[in-house]
């Protein structure tokens, strides 16, 4: 999701259900795609990236869905934890030499 | 142990005074690059350095400078010119290239300038 101002998306899950967070990118030329998890007062950690020639790809406990016709990305996380509370943000990548571009994240609380 | 060390985690400096933001990397990595965020908000891109002695502004880059003269290095100042100067600085590097790949980040410095 998208935010507007200071507000960002939340997603609030019960512990031990599955989340999906989701994100609308921008540019279709876009061909490389990476989610981060920042912790408060850290730095944005690498969870799992893809590229535009496949449209799922799994890790540990986490899934990223790719639907190019769309142009939205989605983060599933299996059975979250209270450690996954976090700000989640994908980026995208367009081919050439310029930088990656984030969205504006969304907020996953988990409730015990 | 590789990674990306931002000094220091806190800092405060009064209006009016530039000050210089500490990044460093043992990645070996060719580029890195200096975002800004600010409370509930994304990142926003300040500058961008591909290659040592040389850089790109970002999206919000008046205000800033910065230096590459050693590959390791890359220290944001934070000039008097910016109007409101009070945020998160994150530092990233990546192996960078044309086909994309992840950002490496350090865990920031919060600047706060009264």
């Known amino acids: 999701g998208e935010s507007v101002g200071l507000h960002l998306p939340t997603l609030s899950v019960q512990e031990g259900d599955n989340s999906i967070i989701n994100c609308a990118y921008s540019?279709?030329?876009?061909?490389?795609f990476i989610w981060y998890k920042q912790e408060s007062g850290k730095g944005p950690q690498f969870i799992i990236d893809?590229?535009?020639?496949?449209d799922k790809r799994q890790g540990q406990r986490v899934t990223v869905l790719l639907n190019k016709t769309v142009k939205h990305l989605s983060l599933q996380i299996a059975a979250t934890q209270p450690g996954d509370s976090a700000v989640y943000f994908c980026?995208?990548?367009?081919?050439?030499?310029?930088?990656?571009?984030f969205g504006k994240g969304t907020r996953l609380s988990v409730i015990a | 142990d590789g990674g990306i060390t931002q000094s220091p985690k806190y800092l405060f400096r009064k209006e009016g005074q530039n000050v210089t933001l500490s990044c460093e990397q043992n990645?070996?990595?060719?580029?890195m690059y200096w975002y800004r965020q600010d409370p509930g908000q994304g990142l926003r891109l300040i500058y961008y350095?591909?290659?040592?002695?040389?850089?790109q502004k970002g999206d919000i880059a008046e205000g800033y400078s910065v230096s590459r003269e050693k590959k390791e290095s890359f220290p944001l100042t934070v000039t008097s010119a910016q109007k409101n100067p009070t945020a998160f600085y994150l530092c990233?590097?990546?192996?960078?290239?044309?086909?994309?790949?992840?950002?490496?980040f350090g865990n920031g410095t919060r600047l706060t300038v009264t």
């Open positions: 990233a590097s990546s192996t960078g290239g044309g086909r994309g790949s992840p950002l490496h």
């Open positions: 540019n279709s030329a876009s061909d490389y």
């Open positions: 893809i590229r535009s020639n496949m």
């Open positions: 980026a995208e990548f367009s081919s050439g030499n310029t930088p990656l571009v």
């Open positions: 990645l070996n990595h060719d580029a």
């Open positions: 350095s591909q290659i040592v002695n040389d850089f």
